[in-house]
């Protein structure tokens, strides 16, 4: 599909976008990204299409997080488009804001606000940018909370938790803006082994409602598991996509046998 | 159960399936023996440290209560405390509406502390004993002996000493000549105190008599031509000679003479010299079996009650023809040391009698406001253990009031008439009050506690203009010239009240001008952060008094009107600015320390600049830096003594001006005076260090964080 396609067919209203093509939700195009002189991201072309679970690995500073924090511009792109629910990434501010609601991210280290409890880090934004009256908001947080099995700690402080238990009130916390895609930037990295597998219960068993997700990740476990697709990164590009299968038991390039062999 | 080793299979162990039972550990692992061991006496030089630090600190400690207790005169505190803490010139028939300011403040902070805090157990019995000593210390004071009145004669040179008696009392005189060149620094006449009635106080609401200490020598007088030749003569208040006594004939025996009073009332007394032959030398005269006088003023209404109109000083200066009247009191310290029962009745007692009062009502309205907070609390979640709470709160408190009438009760029976009878309107108009507000604040809850605490913030907005206008009193009312409320202008301001208004008002209004100078120094718009920064750069540039003098004088010459604008709110929006920009650079330190990944997680969410700011970037900036906040309100408190260069007379300067008075002859005791204000100002700042420190643990500071 092409650029000008997408252009040429505008969405009624956020929330119902039409089915364009094959159910891209999101489309990078051509991205390119510099930290000063540094290319950081070269020339990505990928797409993620609506109810895939797609899992990004590769090494430290390959760009996995570059790429998915600017899927909903946390980081700028200088060249190329990211397209997201058919809305053009640029400096337009409501769009940002419009995609952003749409967006749900987590982070690796977990960036609750210490200063509000677990149901108020949930019920904010709903208030605010959703603008759900308190009663409503309360309720879907603690429903969202019992959904990730943590509804016993609302009233707690962030920083009465474990970090497991820390990181599904993030996930909650993003749930609950009833995004259509969630982005996953190496979740479990910041957390003890014991505590990693309560987190990926919680995101295997969003991958198998359906939800459209973007995962950073080192758990090969996982996405031997959930992933319709492994994005292999290696110095800012991509070096190999596809099938978990493929990916784990026949992996094409050379970057991708090395990395795999010292990883497995 | 065995809780020795399982059997086991050779090298194998395997610990019991129940765990040992948890026990306590040591004595010496624990409480008081522990900490000291650890803290205080961990290595020989820990030891030593601690040895020569207590030795250091008990020996100050001890000279300075030493001194303290035995030897200083608080009269020029307690005596002047309408001074101290209004000024010298505060209209007195208007005293009434500062008091009320103050009941209203402490009924709302002990509201709030019942709703956003929780009072300190340590807090509260210091209170309750300090309460008990204001109605207790009195009575002890009773069972003093009464302390003899000693007054300097010296020929030539007469005092009249006014005098309360009641029926068949029995006053002893007794003439001490001075016939020792060394007992002229007569160090074991421990209370040296007399009347003077003729001093004229500095301040337009009181003039109340004074006793002083007065025992050093006058110059040096030969011992050897002693030869004074005086008799005593004791008269009523109408003048009549009641009693002479024979003179003493220039005897250097010791002289005594008694007297017994016909009834209860006012008497005087004086020396007459020999007309022929008068003589020289000095003698104490020691009155005994005298009440001393309190002079202060409520004790004068007392006395007044009691024993009739307290005669003028005027009136007997004209059937004592002889007598020289002092104008000024007699500037001498007290160089003696005082019995530890002399202190409490002359120096504790008189000072308590003055506040207790004031304190009183002040503990019976915030009691008042902090039961009110707890059973607010307690309804507005509803749960049947708060309800129970919140009931055994109140009927606890109510059964602390129903002892303190009782308390009251028993201390007027003691003291008749020395509680004035407003204690009970105020309970009646406290209770009124506090029935009306809780009326009010009912209406608020609908079941949660943000219920309560907003309609506690709203009551505080309410009490701002309140408060203003309770102070500043208005002109008419509906057309008729007011004088039951009348305006007090603001050169009558004084003493511990400017201090506070200028701190408070000041601290209150620029902490939100600190917060939005911060974020706009960290604008994207480079106007406003440049305006930002060279506000701030340039109030921070220069001293506060030079901010002090442009308010003074060169802001009138802006024009705008600016020169009418009263004097003291020129110097509140001085100290405002200046703080401000303090604060801004605080604030703005809090601001730089929030991890970045908080504004991502914010702007993912979708949460706009303005939400992010008010929601996430401001609460966590504040609470990081409340202490270096609450350390520049501190400051601020301190530094409004610098408005006496700009002619305000706050806490300091009124005291500076008590001292410097030589009319009232307090210029010799700048220790006690300092150390007074020393100490008040020590209160304040303490108080609010432990309102930053209460501030700190609430909310997410209620738990240890965790670097998230």
């Not at chain 2, 610990?15 to 692992?29: G, T, V």
């Not at chain 2, 250091?56 to 101290?84: C, M, P």
């Not at chain 2, 300190?120 to 003093?144: C, E, K």
């Amino acid at each position: 599909m092409s650029k000008s396609q997408i252009q040429a067919q505008e969405p009624d209203e956020i929330g119902n976008p039409h089915q364009i093509g094959d159910n891209d939700v999101i489309q990078c195009i051509s991205v390119n990204k510099w930290y000063g002189d540094y290319h950081a991201l070269r020339d990505i072309n990928i797409s993620v299409k609506e109810r895939e679970v797609v899992v990004v690995i590769g090494p430290s500073g390959s760009g996995k997080s570059t790429l998915i924090r600017c899927m909903n511009r946390l980081e700028e792109h200088q060249e190329g488009q990211i397209f997201v629910d058919n809305i053009e990434l640029s400096n337009d501010l409501k769009n940002i804001n419009a995609i952003r609601r749409e967006i749900g991210m987590v982070f690796q280290q977990f960036n609750l606000f210490p200063h509000l409890t677990v149901v108020d880090n949930v019920t904010l934004a709903q208030r605010y940018v959703r603008r759900r009256s308190k009663a409503q908001s309360e309720q879907i947080a603690l429903d969202l909370l019992e959904r990730v099995g943590i509804h016993d700690q609302a009233y707690k402080y962030p920083g009465q938790l474990s970090g497991g238990q820390q990181q599904r009130v993030a996930i909650a916390r993003a749930l609950a803006m009833q995004p259509k895609i969630m982005l996953f930037d190496e979740p479990t990295s910041a957390l003890d082994p014991e505590m990693i597998k309560e987190v990926l219960d919680v995101m295997k068993e969003l991958a198998r409602s359906g939800m459209t997700m973007v995962v950073v990740t080192h758990e090969m476990g996982f996405a031997r598991e959930v992933a319709d697709r492994v994005i292999f990164m290696d110095e800012g590009r991509v070096v190999e996509v596809g099938t978990p299968e493929h990916f784990f038991q026949n992996p094409q390039h050379d970057r991708t046998k090395l990395f795999l062999s010292q990883i497995l | 159960m065995d809780k020795g080793l399982q059997p086991t299979n050779g090298d194998v162990y395997v610990a019991s399936a129940e765990p040992p039972e948890a026990r306590r550990p040591p004595i010496a692992e624990t409480g008081a023996i522990r900490w000291a061991r650890e803290n205080l006496f961990k290595t020989r030089y820990d030891v030593l440290l601690t040895v020569t630090v207590a030795t250091l600190v008990g020996l100050f400690l001890y000279s300075f209560l030493d001194w303290v207790i035995f030897k200083a005169q608080w009269e020029v505190a307690f005596l002047n405390l309408r001074t101290h803490s209004l000024g010298l010139s505060f209209p007195r028939e208007q005293i009434w509406r500062v008091d009320m300011v103050v009941l209203i403040v402490i009924f709302l902070s002990l509201f709030s502390v019942a709703v956003w805090g929780s009072m300190n157990a340590f807090l509260r019995r210091s209170v309750l004993i300090v309460l008990a000593a204001m109605y207790i210390v009195p009575i002890l004071a009773g069972f003093v002996p009464k302390t003899a009145i000693n007054v300097w004669v010296q020929e030539g040179f007469v005092r009249v000493m006014n005098f309360t008696a009641d029926a068949d009392q029995t006053i002893g005189f007794a003439v001490i000549p001075q016939t020792d060149e060394n007992a002229f620094a007569v160090s074991d006449l421990a209370a040296g105190y007399y009347e003077n009635n003729n001093r004229q106080a500095g301040t337009s609401f009181d003039t109340f008599n004074e006793r002083s200490a007065n025992v050093v020598a006058f110059g040096t007088v030969d011992p050897s031509e002693y030869d004074l030749n005086f008799r005593i003569v004791v008269v009523g208040r109408n003048g009549n000679i009641l009693e002479t006594s024979e003179f003493t004939g220039g005897s250097t025996d010791e002289f005594t003479f008694e007297w017994t009073a016909p009834r209860s009332g006012w008497y005087a007394t004086y020396v007459e010299f020999d007309e022929e032959a008068p003589g020289v030398g000095s003698a104490w005269l020691r009155l005994e079996n005298i009440e001393v006088f309190r002079s202060t003023s409520k004790g004068r209404a007392d006395v007044a009650e009691r024993y009739g109109e307290i005669p003028e000083a005027s009136a007997i200066a004209e059937f004592c023809t002889n007598c020289v009247t002092t104008t000024t009191r007699t500037s001498l310290r007290f160089e003696g040391r005082r019995t530890l029962g002399e202190f409490v009745s002359l120096q504790m007692a008189p000072a308590m009698l003055e506040t207790r009062g004031l304190f009183t009502q002040m503990v019976i309205v915030g009691g008042v406001g902090y039961l009110l907070g707890l059973a607010m609390l307690s309804l507005s979640f509803g749960a049947p253990d708060t309800i129970r709470g919140a009931e055994r709160t109140v009927t606890s408190g109510g059964g602390f009031l129903i002892l303190l009438y009782f308390g009251v009760q028993f201390s007027l029976f003691f003291n008749p008439g020395a509680v004035a009878l407003n204690q009970i309107s105020f309970l009646i108009f406290g209770t009124l009050v506090v029935i009306a507000l809780s009326y009010a604040g009912l209406q608020f809850i609908k079941g949660d506690k943000r219920d309560v605490s907003r309609g506690l913030v709203i009551l505080w907005l309410i009490s701002i203009p309140v408060i203003w206008t309770m102070l500043t009193g208005f002109a008419a009312i509906g057309g008729e010239p007011n004088t039951r409320f009348p305006i007090i202008s603001s050169q009558n301001y004084g003493g511990m009240l400017l201090t506070l208004l200028l701190s408070a008002v000041s601290i209150v209004l620029s902490f939100p001008l600190g917060v939005l100078l911060a974020l706009g120094r960290q604008s994207d718009l480079p106007v406003v952060s440049l305006t930002c920064t060279l506000f701030i750069e340039f109030v921070r540039g220069v001293p506060l008094i030079t901010l002090l003098f442009f308010g003074r004088f060169i802001l009138p010459f802006f024009g705008f009107g600016l020169g009418d604008v009263d004097l003291i709110v020129r110097t509140m929006v001085m100290l405002t600015l200046f703080t401000a920009a303090y604060m801004a650079e605080v604030v703005r330190g809090g601001l730089q320390i929030i991890p970045k990944g908080q504004i991502e997680a914010a702007q993912a969410l979708g949460l706009n600049g303005l939400w992010t700011t008010i929601f996430i970037k401001l609460p966590q900036a504040l609470r990081a830096v409340i202490p270096a906040i609450m350390g520049q309100s501190v400051s601020l408190f301190k530094d409004t003594s610098l408005v006496f260069i700009i002619g305000l007379f706050e806490m300091l300067g009124t005291m500076n001006q008590v001292l410097s008075d030589a009319q009232t002859g307090y210029t010799i005791f700048t220790r006690e005076g300092y150390l007074y204000v020393g100490v008040a100002y020590f209160l304040f700042a303490y108080l609010m260090a432990d309102i930053s420190r209460r501030v700190e643990r609430t909310g997410a500071g209620s738990i240890r964080r965790n670097d998230i």
